[in-house]
């Protein structure tokens, strides 16, 4: 299957931080990313969706100023959470999707706020 | 409301077992099915997908659809202690930019 990495793969930062977490597909173009986020014991949340070139799409409750989604290239999205606080420390997965419509999954970046 | 249900379990079975995971989706215009495994801590993986009717074989897993029932579910043959995950139900409809509808997913424990 098709494989998309994540990194930071863990990150531990300071409360008032900014923290920026990158998607790539590797061996694929991925017109369409998507971020998530899973707290713990909890179902994956979508966050947004991020279509290469335009803005993204965020879902219900989500605010796009605090988290930045940048989708310039067929193989990379970023999600950068600004001004990060403790209740933002989560589990944030990316997929992307190839042209058959299957959604792949990055390995997830652990973030915690102190 | 576009919805994807699943029976959160723990579903609890021994090894060597069938494991039946069973979603219900809500929307009639769902038009492919994905099931994905999660471990503890980890991303999800995608185990199997099916858009038509009818049952979809892959090695130990078979997906089976029925679209007039609205009902997705996958079997787990000669299940293994390594088959112990959160299984996902996830649903594609043709609008909405074409993102999946997750369910909660159903906890799964093979016991050796």
């Known amino acids: 299957g098709a494989v998309v990495s994540q990194h930071p793969s863990r990150v531990i930062c300071k409360s008032g931080t900014s923290v920026k977490i990158e998607c790539r597909s590797l061996?694929?173009?991925?017109?369409?990313m998507f971020w998530y986020r899973q707290f713990p014991k909890k179902s994956l949340m979508l966050m947004a969706t991020?279509?290469?070139?335009?803005?993204?799409?965020?879902e219900q409750g989500v605010e796009k100023d605090k988290f930045l989604i940048n989708h310039a290239s067929l193989t990379l999205s970023t999600l950068t959470v600004t001004s990060a606080h403790p209740e933002d420390s989560s589990f944030y997965i990316c997929?992307?999707?190839?042209?058959?419509?299957?959604?792949?999954f990055g390995p997830g970046t652990r973030l915690t706020v102190l | 409301q576009k919805e994807v249900e699943q029976n959160s379990g723990p579903l609890s079975v021994p090894e060597g077992a069938i494991a039946s995971l069973n979603c219900t989706y809500s929307d009639r215009g769902s038009q492919s099915f994905f099931w994905y495994r999660q471990y503890s801590g980890k991303s999800p993986e995608l185990i199997m997908f099916?858009?038509s009717n009818g049952d979809k074989e892959d090695g130990r897993f078979t997906a089976q659809l029925n679209k007039a029932s609205q009902y997705v579910s996958l079997l787990i043959r000669d299940s293994q202690p390594s088959d112990s995950a959160t299984y996902l139900c996830a649903v594609n409809n043709a609008g909405n930019n074409r993102k999946l509808i997750w369910g909660l997913g159903t906890s799964l424990a093979v016991n050796p």
């Open positions: 099916i858009y």
């Open positions: 991020s279509n290469e070139g335009s803005k993204a799409t965020y």
């Open positions: 061996d694929f173009q991925a017109t369409t």
């Open positions: 997929s992307a999707r190839d042209l058959s419509h299957e959604q792949f």
